[in-house]
């Protein structure tokens, strides 16, 4: 059986959080514990560790338990969770780009 990412990590991009950029918080409601690979980058594509990439950090977030990622303005922010934790293998990226600064 597949979880959703929905189930797992509930995120909210808060865009007053500082003119410096956004912050995005995950946080795992289901399991033990889950592995979280977390990509900061301005490319649109999530394993680019080009010119682009800004930033990448793996972390171990508990059950109930939130992590938060600082996202400057005009990058975007990629993570993906072990499908199964007991059983660790990486899903695919969910990504979200942080619009603070943009011009509409």
């Known amino acids: 059986m597949r979880l959703g990412s ?15 950029g956004n912050q995005l918080t995950l946080h795992n409601s289901v399991w033990d514990q889950v592995h979280v690979e977390i990509v900061v980058t301005k490319s649109a594509n999530c394993d680019d560790r080009g010119p ?30 072990d499908r199964n934790p007991n059983n660790p293998k990486p899903g695919a990226y969910l990504r979200i780009r942080s619009t603070m600064g943009a011009s509409r």
Do not use: M
């Open 6 to 20: 929905g189930l797992l990590l509930a995120l909210l991009l808060a865009g007053c959080s500082g003119r410096d």
């Open 52 to 81: 682009e990439f800004v930033a990448r950090k793996e972390v171990l977030i508990r059950k109930d338990k939130v992590e938060n990622v600082d996202v400057p303005p005009e990058a975007a922010v990629c993570w993906r969770h």
